[in-house]
């Protein structure tokens, strides 16, 4: 009787509250001025999701979330609490449905259950940003006061999961509610991130006003300790110069020179150091600001100038000169910034004693009248002992152990210093410790390394493979010749990698030398030898029996020789010479550095693909250039050949003939392919090429090849959004971004079998495009592409700087790229530029390209958010290209739109997933966002969830950084070694297939091909 007792009084109690709570806002009444907020919040057009773990049961939050109806038109405005689980199964409205299934997304994700957060969703269901962007500041103070702890939990989210949405108006509210709790790190960290969005993220029309940056400036003055202050005295002229002088200055410096001089000085699409006139540049700033704005935004130009070619001497001497005399007119964060600045550039680059003493008395003056600092100490002690005062660096590191005794890097340097060993970059001096090896590693034998065809779409039966042990040296740069072998070397493994057997750096004062025998049993009357190299890093020399037969500089293309004057019955000796200075040169080099760190990997230098000797006939086939064409059902073949001959092509599928053509050589022959089976990821069909060579009506040579019939554009669906078609079916392009890079190889793979399971998992994992990043594969690569299905984004390794010589060896070697890569149907797209390293004239060489393969999309400038000396035009900044790319990590986010360009995320993601016993170092790694490997599944999800909003907005394709760890570069779904998949390969394609498997409603008058 008692517990009936006790149960009739819990539910008559429970009756009368929730009477007395009515409609969903009398019970905020009581914590909050609910109808106060909702008169200033106008929030009638936004769904807000609120924490509200004060809640009382889960049964008043239900209340909440069907007292929409009762809310009146605040439809948009329902409090739950965002550790409840949602049935959506309840809701018959999609967008309705949409909005609750991306709060019980966020509700599961580890970094947010614990703290309050507001997420905004438009009517259509779309996440807009995390902020209060439509609310009115008295508002957002009132409810941020009131619902969260402090405004750093709202910090952490916005920076954590709302670094792609950029909602910037946001901030000065947030500076504003830190100052009133006294929160001062977190004030200064979201000017910090406030300054940066500004100045390179948002749209130049969204510039702060004068008025803000006083607003601004108040508040940060009263609310942080890092000295930030306004640079008012510019505030009436230019928008955007809320910084500190050693913060921002170079940001504020370009946007003076791009925004405020003269447009003569500042041509389109060109920065303006690359106008050496420097006395005209100072008399136009001056003209516009004073003598003394000039002075500093010319030193700085300059600085950018030298640096951007390499000229480090000049570069050093011109950043001391801008430390010297403007490095001190802040504290705090600026000094430690200049300290930063004279350590990363003078010490770790500097080689002129002069200059690394006069940087050491800038920072003894850095010291003087402030407490010690260990890193400013360090500095210190570095600079004086590459100057050669060894004494006196062993005390002042002393100090610095003292000061910081756990923090590794000092102690290794006073030990390096007591043992007079350098502590400064001397390229690479570690190599050996690094041991990841691959699966595969164990299948490399030099009785089979690589053994397979090396050029899949011109092949010839008669062959032999150079591959395996060679003799190797390495001297002075100037040697011509060499005296011995240093050793053996396994090829076609680079020089600085595990399987090569040496593992050693080559260096740009060094020259690497190969050797080996080629016996020849009979020399045949008629043949002509050609000798292929896959690709050599760098610049090649090539000898045979003491005659030099050839050379070739750049390291990604193919080059032949015909050797059949200087070849020789019996034993021929072959020795090729090879000088790479990585990235001291002018040739394009990709992501490798004699000073690996960051995204920037160890070198691979020498011979890095196959070596292999060819028999042909006196005339025979040159070179294949396959052209699909869907709308007239051919295929438009050139074939490469001595003129005067004639070809004959079949088309054939499993021995079955498709058609036949004839033509002459070096003429477009088009090549009947009716009713064609066409080649998609989700059906990567390839047919079978037979290329024939007559003379007088006689075959002389013959190559076997394939090609597939495929089509790729832009164009408007049902709703008017440019999208991505492939063969007229829009296809969203969901990728992954490849590095190309082994633990064990470096830039080669240990087998076929390894460069296959690279694409095939990726497949597995529910992608359907790669973008191989500023790198050129193997051709075996691009083959299993097509025979896989793949879709390919080629990207083109960047220019090594700006001096003239670097930009004619980028365009060159485009244009060998472009050439060599051009038969594969699984390439849709070439990327010209990635994110404004070394960029420059992108319309012509965009236009240039395009005319070069009109058959591609092209991609002129991936991540130009990340530009800094993009065009401020929008307009502009994908001139002429097919596409808008922007990058976000962790992201997702939206390109601009365009006419006429589908919007792309280029990058995104590079979510850190820690795997002890599967890294390349385990003390250093990194990635744009973490989490634990427990949460990674449930991390990803979300993030895909809020790419999927993205894609009904009209976004075309994004790219997710990146399938497998690169070095310390810890963010890939799989271990640099191929070892550990951090999610579950099905699990990853079932949370892909939420944006493969969209319901068909944006095909133009089609069925979607999403599904591939």
């Keep these: 009787m008692r517990y009936v007792i006790i149960l009739l009084l819990a539910l008559i109690i429970t009756q009368k509250r929730l009477a007395a709570q009515g409609t969903p806002g009398v019970y905020f009444e009581k914590e909050l001025d609910w109808n106060g907020i909702k008169e200033k919040a106008g929030t009638e057009n936004r769904f807000i999701f609120l924490d509200c773990y004060k809640a009382a049961t889960s049964r008043l939050r239900d209340k909440l979330i069907f007292g929409r109806q ?14 409840v689980q949602v049935d959506t199964t309840q809701f018959d409205d999609a967008a309705v449905k949409g909005r609750y299934s991306i709060a019980n997304s966020i509700r599961n994700d580890h970094h947010i259950n614990t703290f309050p957060a507001f997420l905004f969703f438009d009517p259509s269901g779309r996440l807009v940003h995390a902020g209060a962007g439509a609310m009115s500041e008295e508002a957002f103070l009132l409810l941020a006061t009131e619902a969260m702890d402090t405004s750093r939990q709202y910090y952490r989210f916005l920076s954590k ?75 009436d002229k230019v928008d955007l110069l809320m910084n500190t002088k050693s913060y921002a200055n170079d940001r504020t410096d370009n946007i003076i020179a791009r925004e405020m001089i003269d447009p003569q000085l500042y041509k389109e699409g060109e920065v303006i150091t690359t106008n050496p006139d420097w006395q005209r540049i100072h008399a136009g700033i001056q003209d516009k600001f004073d ?28 950043s001391l000169d801008k430390v010297e005399k403007y490095g001190y007119d802040t504290t705090g964060l600026g000094k430690s910034l200049v300290n930063n600045m004279l350590y990363d550039i003078v010490f770790k680059r500097g080689e002129d004693k002069a200059d690394l003493l006069r940087a050491a008395a800038l920072i003894k003056e850095l010291l ?72 595969w590693s164990k299948d490399v034998t030099p009785a089979a390394v690589w053994a397979e065809y090396p050029r899949p779409q011109m092949v010839r039966s008669e062959w032999t493979n150079l591959n395996g042990m060679w003799d190797y040296a390495i001297t002075d740069s100037a040697a011509r010749s060499f005296k011995k072998p240093d050793g053996k070397i396994l090829v076609p493994f680079p020089l600085e990698s595990t399987l090569s057997g040496v593992k050693k750096l080559l260096l740009p004062d060094q020259k690497l030398w190969y050797s080996r025998n080629i016996a020849l049993s009979q020399k045949k009357t008629g043949k002509r030898y050609h000798l292929h190299f896959g690709a050599v890093d760098c610049d090649a020399m090539v000898m045979l029996n003491g005659k030099t037969i050839g050379s070739h500089r750049g390291g990604y293309q193919q080059f032949s020789f015909d050797i059949t004057d200087a070849l020789q019955k019996g034993d021929n000796r072959l020795v090729v010479a090879v000088l790479d200075p990585t990235d001291k040169g002018n040739s394009p080099k990709g992501k490798q550095t004699l000073n690996p760190q960051g995204i920037m990997y160890t ?31 051919a295929l438009q073949v050139i074939v490469d050949a001595p003129a005067g001959t004639e070809v004959i092509l079949t088309a054939s599928s499993a021995g079955t003939i498709v058609s036949t053509a004839k033509g002459a050589a070096g003429t477009a022959i088009l090549l009947p392919v009716k009713e064609a089976r066409l080649w998609s990821p989700a059906d990567p069909f390839l047919y079978d090429l037979r ?93 299993w592409c097509d025979k896989l299905g793949m879709l390919v984004w080629q990207d083109m390794p960047y220019a090594a700087n700006l001096s003239d010589e670097a930009k004619a060896r980028f365009e060159k070697e485009n244009e060998e790229n472009i050439q060599q890569l051009y038969n594969y149907p699984s390439i849709v797209c070439w990327v010209l530029f990635n994110e404004g390293w070394f960029r420059y004239d992108q319309q012509r060489l965009t236009t240039w390209m395009k005319k070069m393969d009109p058959s591609r999309l092209v991609n002129g400038h991936s991540g130009e958010n990340y530009d800094r000396n993009a065009p401020p035009d929008l307009s502009k900044k994908w001139i002429n290209s097919d596409m808008t790319d922007i990058h976000d990590y962790p992201g997702p986010n939206i390109a601009p739109p365009l006419a006429g360009k589908a919007r792309v995320l280029g990058e995104w993601g590079g979510v850190r997933v820690p795997t002890p016993g599967h890294q390349w170092n385990t003390a250093k ?25 993205f894609e009904t907005e ?59």
Excluded at 608 to 626: D, S
Aim: proline share 5%.
């Design 161 to 235: 999961f709302n670094k792609g949405i950029r909602q910037y108006d946001v901030m000065p509210r947030m500076i504003q509610i830190a100052g009133a709790l006294d929160d001062r790190q977190t004030a200064a960290a979201i000017t910090r991130e406030y300054v940066n969005g500004y100045v390179y993220h948002l749209p130049e029309k969204e510039q702060l006003t004068k008025e803000r940056i006083q607003l601004m400036g108040n508040n940060i003055n009263s609310a942080s300790d890092n000295g930030f202050s306004l640079f008012r005295r510019y505030a």
């Design 925 to 949: 790694n990194w990635g744009y966002a973490e989490s634990e490997a427990a949460q990674f599944a449930d991390k990803y999800k979300f993030l895909v969830k809020h790419l999927k909003l």
């Design 291 to 318: 003598k003394a704005t000039a002075d500093r935004v010319v030193l700085s130009e300059k600085i950018n100038w030298f640096q951007a070619r390499d000229e480090w001497p000049a570069f050093i001497k011109h």
């Design 70 to 83: 009762q809310a009146g038109d605040l439809v948009n405005a329902h409090f739950i609490a965002a550790r």
């Design 368 to 439: 003087a009248g402030e407490p010690e600092k260990a890193t400013w100490l360090d500095t210190y002690a570095n600079l004086l002992y590459k100057a050669g005062n060894v004494k006196e660096a062993v005390a002042v590191e002393e100090k610095a152990v003292a000061l910081m005794p756990d923090e590794p890097d000092i102690r290794e340097a006073l030990e390096k210093m007591e043992k007079k060993e350098p502590t400064w970059p001397v390229a690479i001096t570690a190599l050996n410790q690094h041991t990841l090896q691959t699966p």
């Design 691 to 783: 290329v024939q060579l007559l003379q007088d009506g006689k075959p002389v040579d013959e190559v076997q090849s394939y090609f597939g019939m495929r089509k790729i554009e832009i164009k408007k669906d049902g709703t008017g959004q440019e999208r991505i078609f492939l063969n007229g079916q829009y296809t969203f392009n969901l990728g992954v971004l490849d590095q190309g890079f082994w633990p064990d190889g470096l830039y080669t793979a240990p087998t076929d079998k390894a460069l296959k399971w690279d694409i095939a998992t990726i497949k597995d994992m529910g992608f359907n495009t790669i973008r191989k990043h500023i790198k050129i594969e193997p051709a075996r690569w691009y083959y």
């Design 603 to 633: 070198p691979s230098s020498g011979i890095w693909q196959t070596v292999w000797m060819e028999e042909l006939p006196a005339i025979a086939v040159n070179h294949l250039k396959l052209t699909p064409d869907i709308d007239k059902e």
């Design 954 to 1012: 009209g976004l075309s394709a994004a790219i997710y950084t990146q399938p497998f760890d690169v070095e310390i570069e810890e963010n890939g779904l799989i271990t640099y070694d191929r070892k550990v998949c951090k999610i579950p390969v099905e699990q990853i394609r079932d949370i892909n297939n939420l944006i493969l498997r969209a319901p068909a409603d944006t095909a133009a008058g089609s069925k979607t091909s999403r599904a591939e």
